[in-house]
């Protein structure tokens, strides 16, 4: 369930909401609320929820100066609620991220259409924000690049062969097929060895071997994800983006960013 914090400064609006909508049905539940900015900034601190229903016009602290004070630092989901369609307001409210921006009296079908993409932007901070504790220094990074491929101290001629071919051809389109016709031995004869000998199939430890061969190019701070695919062999950087999370349970575009940040703060020092 995900977490909710309504900051109102109306009460008949504020107890309203919390106990008319059906949270439950959206995967909500509403943990507290507070009748001003100030308020709900402390409320912020304590509880960390995960999303937050907020109104603009708030006496004490308003509702965008709440935000401006904690929606980087607590990294949550907003939905503002307003009585008034002021394009300042919406404004200000687009370049602070907020999901998205409501008007009083509230539609129940707008709600909850709202909190199904601020749980959508609340799962992707998420991941995000594990990203940034998985790859926090080098050492952690080499440790995970350590665990995509395994030390292989030993192996027959055949499987010698087919690994130096993975690490030669890698970027272009290959398969064990390819291997049969060089070496002319059946493929589950290869197969089978294959795996008996690294423990890995052999479309597993290529894309394991692509997966790593990416990483040391965002080493460089360099490249953009839809490049990087093709540098290492595939076509279809959607498909790069599927494999890349399914073996480090990280976006490509998280190692990109982290590595660019890393590679200019090198620079510049």
Not at 248 to 256: G, K, M, R
Request: net charge neutral; charged share 25%; hydrophobic share 35%.
């Amino acid at each position: 369930m995900f977490k909710l914090l309504i900051v109102e400064d109306e009460e008949m609006i504020r107890k309203g909401v919390r106990y008319t909508f059906d949270w439950e049905k959206s995967g909500v539940v509403v943990i507290d609320e507070a009748s001003n900015g100030k308020e709900g900034l402390e409320k912020i601190q304590s509880l960390k929820p995960d999303i937050i229903l907020v109104d603009v016009n708030m006496p004490i602290m308003n509702g965008i100066t709440m935000l401006q004070n904690s929606i980087k630092e607590y990294k949550y989901s907003a939905i503002i609620i307003s009585g008034y369609d002021e394009f300042s307001l919406a404004k200000e409210a687009i370049h602070l991220g907020v999901t998205e921006y409501l008007l009083k009296p509230l539609d129940n079908d707008q709600l909850y259409n709202a909190l199904e993409k601020a749980k959508e932007q609340v799962t992707l901070l998420r991941e995000h924000a594990i990203v940034q504790n998985k790859i926090y220094n080098s050492k952690e990074l080499i440790t995970l690049q350590n665990k995509l491929l395994k030390d292989i101290s030993y192996s027959s001629k055949y499987v010698t062969q087919m690994l130096n071919y993975i690490h030669k051809e890698y970027p272009k389109k290959i398969t064990i097929q390819n291997l049969v016709d060089i070496l002319g031995v059946s493929s589950t004869y290869l197969n089978n060895q294959f795996k008996k000998e690294t423990s890995y199939t052999f479309n597993d430890y290529l894309n394991r071997y692509r997966v790593n061969q990416a990483i040391n190019i965002m080493k460089t701070g360099k490249g953009k994800i839809y490049t990087i695919a093709t540098d290492v062999g595939f076509k279809d950087y959607r498909y790069f983006i599927n494999v890349f999370k399914k073996y480090t349970n990280c976006l490509p575009s998280d190692f990109i960013e982290y590595f660019k940040d890393t590679y200019y703060k090198n620079i510049s020092e």
